[in-house]
């Protein structure tokens, strides 16, 4: 089966991959039963046509993924436009080096992986200063910690109102961090979805400063509803699309 699928790609795909203006590059970690010479993989994804992967090279260095790009030709090189990785030194150093010209970004995905750790590293810091240990069983925190994993958008109101008026009851030096960071994980999100109506520099610019202003009090985390929830924040702002699902595919 391998033989034959080798052999019908051989055909119908061609030679070299066509140009890109929008290019993506991810790591993933090769699954096989026999030792490979380097686990990491690094693939090329057409982000702005229907190529899909373009290509994929075994190990996660600056030289792979240089080597790959160069070998496409300068003609090609040219034509990215912009440059999508996850927050890899290595690829940031590799994009700079082969693509000098193309804008680098870095994909929403990786951004909101960062801000669930984030929430998850508040939750397990204040529980061990509040109560000495790590959560387990019987700690409202603890139990509600695949909840706080999930968007305001994803959660029916009877889902969220319990949950938020939980972290409140518990002691204020652990109930209100967590919520904080769950609410700033939310407002994340927001800024995040404006990439789809391409509003104005300037709106984002304001989100992006609101967002990154030092936290003084907590915000309101809802607003009771006896369906799905409505978050009493920026959300409510009509340039936010009201479907973000996008953001969270995982």
Not at 18 to 32: C, I, N, P, T
Not at 74 to 100: G, H, N, S, Y
Not at 206 to 232: C, E, N, Q
Request: charged share 30%; net charge positive; hydrophobic share 45%.
């Amino acid at each position: 089966m391998s033989a034959a699928f080798t052999a019908h790609a051989a055909r119908v795909l061609p030679g070299e991959p066509q140009s890109v203006a929008v290019l993506g590059m991810f790591d993933e970690a090769a699954q096989a039963w026999k030792a490979v010479v380097d686990r990491w993989h690094v693939g090329f994804v057409d982000l702005s046509g229907g190529q899909g992967l373009l290509g994929q090279v075994e190990g996660r260095t600056s030289e792979a993924v240089v080597g790959w790009l160069d070998a496409r030709g300068q003609d090609w090189k040219d034509r990215v436009e912009f440059m999508a990785i996850d927050m890899c030194t290595i690829f940031k150093a590799a994009v700079r080096q082969a693509l000098p010209r193309a804008t680098l970004g870095v994909d929403h995905f990786h951004v909101v992986q960062l801000a669930n750790a984030a929430v998850t590293e508040v939750r397990r810091r204040v529980t061990v200063q509040v109560r000495g240990r790590r959560g387990r069983k019987g700690n409202r925190e603890w139990e509600l910690r695949n909840r706080l994993m999930r968007s305001a958008r994803r959660m029916h109101g009877t889902q969220l109102d319990p949950m938020v008026d939980d972290l409140e009851a518990l002691p204020k030096t652990l109930g209100r961090p967590i919520l904080a960071a769950w609410n700033a994980e939310e407002d994340l999100l927001d800024l995040l979805a404006l990439a789809r109506p391409h509003p104005d520099r300037h709106v984002i610019a304001d989100w992006l400063f609101s967002l990154l202003r030092p936290v003084r009090h907590l915000r309101p985390a809802r607003t009771r509803t006896s369906g799905h929830h409505d978050r009493d924040l920026v959300a409510r702002d009509p340039r936010v699309p009201a479907d973000r699902d996008h953001q969270r595919g995982f």
